[in-house]
């Protein structure tokens, strides 16, 4: 079995700063794409970044310049700095990983539970 936790959400003020943490833990061979989402109340979920095996990013416009995406693969882990934090960034946030298992030859994807990050006055 393959599970992803994630931690780091909570509540902050407009300006603060969070960094939200997805670590993947099971019988790993290779962790491929790593990504962050997010969904707000009444809202379809959507890509906020997200970083290739080769270290590439991909930021979602309303974010770039205020997020930072990171990997270290030795944890199976990713992180999101979030910086100069808005109210229209309320949501739960969730991590994805492309996965390939150990003795296997396919990668899936896998999700993590979600943390709710509320920024507020």
């Known amino acids: 079995q393959v599970q992803l936790v994630e931690s780091g959400g909570g509540l902050v003020q407009p300006g603060g700063s969070l960094r939200l943490s997805c670590a993947a833990s099971g019988r790993i061979s290779r962790v491929n794409a790593m990504g962050w989402y997010r969904q707000a109340p009444g809202k379809e979920r959507e890509l906020v970044a997200d970083?290739?095996?080769?270290?590439?990013?991909n930021y979602a416009g309303s974010v770039k310049g205020r997020f930072t995406i990171s990997r270290d693969d030795a944890k199976n882990t990713v992180y999101l700095q979030m910086n100069s934090l808005k109210p229209e960034d309320t949501a739960v946030y969730y991590c994805k990983m492309g996965i390939t298992r150990s003795f296997t030859w396919v990668s899936h994807d896998y999700w993590g539970q979600g943390t709710q990050v509320t920024v507020s006055s």
């Open positions: 970083i290739t095996s080769g270290d590439n990013t």
